[in-house]
């Protein structure tokens, strides 16, 4: 009987090797379904989070960098803007001085006054706000505005000693004081005058008052028959107050269009730091002429001379804007040219695109997390057949088998499990039929010893 002993005690171990493993005390159960749902939502969550932070501050950065370029290209229509009607002016003025036999002959003949009702059409045909004739010595003839008001010299402007110097005409942007201007035409005085309005954001300033005038201006020297100069015609337009420019780039650049109820486009010319010609409206509705520009801008452009693009406040809200300096004779810096679209609208089309992106991200999560989830329970399903096969296995169920057809590690592994549990019926067989030969071996031994112990018994007897 001792021989049978082992056998029993390795049958009844069995179990508690192969059977399922404990769970540690202290420890929460979490089955490997939860696992890998929890897993693939903690992966979802973090890429919805990484790319929707990325994502949202690239959609911004591009909307507001085409933003910027597209007002970079809206500063470029209104220069040319500025500068055609700046060669309006200069061809006038030149065409006058090359094409009017009247004004040679009057020159010469010392009788100005007879081509002035001729000058005093030009000028209002074409526009212009002052049309002047000289001698080649700068003494003013006559002007087309007052015919009373001549004699004075007027060498001493830049842009006529330049036609001078170079006998042929010159036209750029200029600035008159107010005397010139009052000589001109006291209206354009009057019109040049500008009070200064305080604005937020804008640097300090001393002067209350505009007074000078920033002018279109071209001069064209007058020659004789010898190609020398015998007079001098110089014109303009007063910038201050005319609002035909700035109204002609708000029409041509962005076409009248409103957003909100309010332009989406305003352009602006500056005197200095001070708007002298604006569609940009105060609360009232009212043209913000004499308000000024952010102190910010105006040491970049005014006093570095570099263009300026970006976000600025302008009067009483945010724009996307453009500013570059306006540059007359001399290379000289007198005002700047602005640009500038409703930074509203942009901020519209962010909000709503990265709406829409983050719409289509969690909607692409969500879809993640259903397929997921199918794959988990798909996956889970081979798991837990897999572990009720074992728990039979460890319960002595040596017949239990798994079939399991995924053409992956889990089918792998399920053919392991059947063979495992085939190599342990084949162990339980044999040793069984191990048992079996032990068995009967000890009864014949028990059978011979008691034979054995009859015959003693028998011959102790006598």
Do not use: C
């Not at 693009?309 to 602005?338: F, H, K, M, Q, S």
Request: avoid cysteine; charged fraction near 25%.
């Amino acid at each position: 009987m001792s021989m049978s002993g082992p056998p029993r005690r390795w049958i009844e171990v069995l179990p508690h090797r192969v059977g399922p493993r404990r769970i540690r005390s202290g420890h929460l159960f979490i089955p490997l379904a939860t696992k890998l749902v929890l897993s693939y939502l903690l992966i979802v969550m973090v890429t919805a989070v990484v790319f929707g932070v990325v994502g949202t501050r690239v959609i911004g950065n591009l909307i507001m960098s085409e933003a910027r370029s597209t007002v970079r290209n809206d500063l470029n229509a209104a220069r040319e803007i500025l500068l055609g009607r700046l060669s309006h002016v200069a061809y006038v003025v030149r065409f006058t001085a090359d094409r009017s036999i009247l004004l040679r002959d009057a020159l010469v003949a010392g009788r100005p006054e007879r081509v002035l009702d001729e000058l005093r059409r030009i000028r209002e045909r074409e526009g212009l706000d002052f049309l002047t004739l000289t001698d080649g010595a700068g003494i003013v003839l006559l002007r087309t505005s007052d015919r009373n008001k001549h004699g004075d010299i007027v060498t001493g402007d830049a842009l006529l000693q330049e036609a001078l110097a170079a006998q042929g005409p010159v036209s750029s942007v200029a600035l008159m004081p107010e005397e010139a201007l009052w000589l001109e035409a006291p209206a354009l005085a009057t019109r040049a005058r500008i009070a200064v309005i305080p604005t937020p954001r804008a640097r300090p300033r001393a002067e209350t008052d505009v007074t000078a005038g920033l002018v279109l201006k071209a001069v064209a020297p007058i020659l004789d028959e010898e190609r020398r100069a015998i007079g001098l015609l110089y014109g303009g337009i007063l910038l201050n107050q005319n609002f035909e420019i700035v109204d002609k780039i708000k029409q041509t650049v962005f076409q009248g269009v409103q957003y909100q109820g309010r332009d989406i486009g305003t352009a602006t010319m500056f005197l200095d730091d001070v708007r002298i010609s604006t569609n940009v409206k105060n609360p009232d509705g009212t043209r913000a002429i004499g308000t000024r520009i952010a102190a910010d801008v105006y040491e970049q452009v005014m006093m570095h001379g570099r263009p300026w693009i970006g976000r600025a406040y302008v009067v009483n809200d945010w724009y996307i804007t453009a500013y570059e300096p306006i540059i007359g004779a001399g290379n000289r810096i007198l005002g700047i040219l602005y640009v500038g679209v409703l930074e509203q609208k942009y901020l519209d089309i962010r909000r709503r695109t990265v709406a829409g992106f983050l719409g289509i991200m969690l909607a692409g999560a969500a879809l993640a997390m259903v397929l997921s989830t199918a794959i988990t329970r798909r996956v889970s399903h081979s798991v837990r057949r897999l572990v009720t096969a074992a728990r039979e296995l460890a319960g002595g169920n040596l017949n239990a088998a798994v079939d399991i057809r995924t053409n992956d590690e889990l089918a792998q592994l399920a053919d392991t499990f059947n063979a495992m549990a085939n190599s342990l019926r084949e162990r339980d067989e044999r040793l069984k039929e191990f048992a079996r030969k032990k068995i009967m071996e000890s009864e014949r031994l028990a059978v011979v010893g008691q034979l054995a112990a009859g015959v003693a018994h028998e011959l102790n007897n006598p």
